[in-house]
């Protein structure tokens, strides 16, 4: 009867032998499910990063922006924040190029990283859509828009086409080209050795005369024409039909 007593605790000892293997994995594997589960996500935690980026540019004006993130390491463990992650950048930092940005969490377990993000802004640049020579008036046909890096951009360039349209380059340019400032001027209406038409009057009395301009002239400004005939100078302001008032 005893032999038998100690064959049956002897069973349920090796049963339960048996069972520990398994009831170990089991309670590892629960282990580890929770344990991955109360990880955050590192790429919230980049994407809060870009937010933030994106909108401390937006609130300094600029438009287009592009963010890239440095990678975190991915052996960085932080436990699951309870709510929406927060983000804060300092005041005195810019808003493009290299910007660290903080990205907080309070609860369950507070905690906080600095994510670096390099922060880009992009304009729509006029630029030429062929190479044009010097003295050309530019058409609308001559230009197009590509989007440039705002840091790569010239503060002298023309970004409006309607400030480009109509004008003269004053030097050769290549295809591609950006325009700026000092390379734009009024077309010239009136070319040297010209025949124009003075026209001058006053009280409703208007005089007309055939002359010959002395020099180039853009509208509005004032050139100086031998009348035919006398060959006397007088000096006028050329006007877009190419005559010359005479005051």
């Not at 520990?20 to 994407?47: C, K, M, N």
């Not at 940005?101 to 507070?110: D, F, L, M, R, S």
């Not at 400030?163 to 077309?187: A, C, F, N, Q």
């Amino acid at each position: 009867m005893l032999h038998k007593l100690q064959m049956d605790q002897t069973l349920h000892l090796l049963s339960n032998i048996w069972r520990l293997p398994l009831l170990v994995a089991l309670l590892g594997a629960v282990s580890l499910t929770v344990w991955a589960g109360e990880l955050q996500p590192l790429d919230t935690i980049s994407a809060a990063a870009v937010a933030a980026s994106q909108e401390r540019a937006a609130q300094q004006g600029y438009d287009n922006v592009e963010v890239d993130v440095r990678p975190l390491d991915s052996r960085l463990r932080l436990p699951q924040c309870g709510h929406p992650l927060d983000s804060f950048i300092p005041a005195a930092s810019q808003s493009l190029g290299a910007v660290s940005v903080g990205i907080a969490c309070t609860e369950p377990k507070p905690w906080t990283i600095y994510v670096r993000t390099q922060v880009s802004a992009q304009r729509s640049v006029p630029v030429l859509a062929r190479a044009l020579p010097r003295n050309t008036v530019i058409t609308a046909a001559d230009i197009t828009l590509i989007n440039q890096p705002l840091e790569a951009v010239r503060q002298d360039i023309v970004f409006e086409p309607d400030h480009i349209i109509g004008m003269e380059l004053t030097r050769s340019l290549g295809e591609g080209s950006t325009v700026r400032v000092k390379y734009l001027r009024p077309p010239k209406i009136i070319k040297r050795g010209q025949q124009v038409t003075l026209v001058s009057g006053a009280g409703g009395l208007e005089v007309r005369m055939q002359g010959k301009a002395l020099s180039d002239a853009a509208d509005g400004e004032r050139v100086s024409v031998a009348t035919s005939g006398s060959g006397k100078t007088v000096e006028g302001v050329a006007h877009a039909d190419g005559s010359v008032y005479v005051p």
